[in-house]
């Protein structure tokens, strides 16, 4: 069984992180399959400090194939979503060609900017995403072809990684003379 650990994370002074990923023939292949288990693996046990430890992961919530130099377009999620107050649910994603197919005009962006696994540097700044956003894509979770709709924080967390499998990093999108710049009507979230 694959293993992923952060010695396989591809970091962005590697050039490769820019190009644009395959889009992969379903159904799923055994390898492919395996890959995306793997990757759900890792960010499942990066948020588990023992685990973590053990295992030398770095605390994630999403992971793009890219990431771990398969240029293959597929992506894992794990988001705590608040449903209520005090009240959360884990969503679990393992996504393969996803496909934003609409979304806001409305921007949301995280008070503290972006992170990632691939960027040892820190980028300050907002980054602006969709607030609402409808993904189409295949799940491996489910085993089917899916349509479902996310906001905020998760949809904040899949654009960030579908970004990748566009050879795009989350710091291509802050403002390049004023990082912490917003319009009047863009959401931030705490």
């Given at each position: 069984?694959?293993?992923?650990?952060?010695?396989?994370?591809?970091?962005?002074?590697?050039?490769?992180?820019?190009?644009?990923?395959?889009?992969?023939?379903?159904?799923?292949?055994?390898?492919?399959?395996?890959?995306l288990q793997a990757m759900l693996t890792y960010v499942r046990n990066s948020t588990d400090p023992e685990l973590a430890e053990k295992e030398n992961l770095s605390p994630a919530v999403g992971l793009a194939a890219p990431q771990v130099g398969i240029f293959k377009r597929m992506l894992v999620a794990v988001v705590d979503e608040e449903v209520s107050e005090d009240r959360y649910?884990?969503?679990?994603?393992a996504l393969v060609n996803p496909k934003i197919i609409s979304h806001s005009e409305q921007r949301c962006m995280l008070s503290n900017g972006e992170a990632c696994l691939s960027v040892d540097d820190r980028h300050e700044g907002y980054v602006p995403r969709f607030?609402?956003?409808?993904?189409?894509?295949?799940?491996?979770?489910?085993?089917?072809?899916v349509e479902f709709r996310v906001s905020g924080y998760t949809g904040i967390v899949l654009q960030h990684e579908?970004?990748?499998?566009?050879?795009?990093?989350?710091?291509?999108?802050?403002?390049?003379t004023d990082p912490w710049t917003k319009n009047e009507k863009d959401i931030v979230i705490e």
């Open positions: 069984m694959l293993k992923l650990n952060n010695s396989h994370i591809v970091k962005d002074t590697d050039p490769r992180l820019r190009n644009k990923s395959e889009s992969v023939r379903l159904p799923l292949s055994k390898d492919d399959r395996e890959i649910v884990t969503r679990e994603f607030a609402r956003l409808k993904i189409r894509a295949y799940d491996l979770l489910a085993d089917k072809e579908i970004d990748h499998l566009n050879g795009v990093l989350y710091y291509d999108h802050i403002h390049p």
